[in-house]
């Protein structure tokens, strides 16, 4: 499955999500819209304004949500 983190820096929520992730081992793509600018269009494109958001065939997933991200492990 590829699982996709949209985030930025200085973000407590981005890096909680990332920790989450991690801690339950699973795999993810980071994309920093700091460091990628372009990808700050496809999220506005896609409805979003706020990161983190996580994306995956099973859902996508705005904010840090332990009760949604449990279903990707």
Do not use: Y
Request: with cysteine; aromatic share 8%; proline share 4%.
């Amino acid at each position: 499955m590829s699982i996709k983190l949209f985030s930025k820096n200085n973000c407590m929520q981005c890096k909680m999500a990332k920790r989450f992730l991690t801690e339950h081992q699973i795999n993810f793509e980071e994309i920093n819209i700091d460091m990628q600018p372009e990808a700050i269009d496809w999220l506005k494109e896609n409805g979003f304004q706020s990161v983190p958001v996580v994306t995956s065939e099973l859902a996508t997933i705005v904010g840090f949500r332990p009760d949604q991200l449990r279903q990707l492990a």
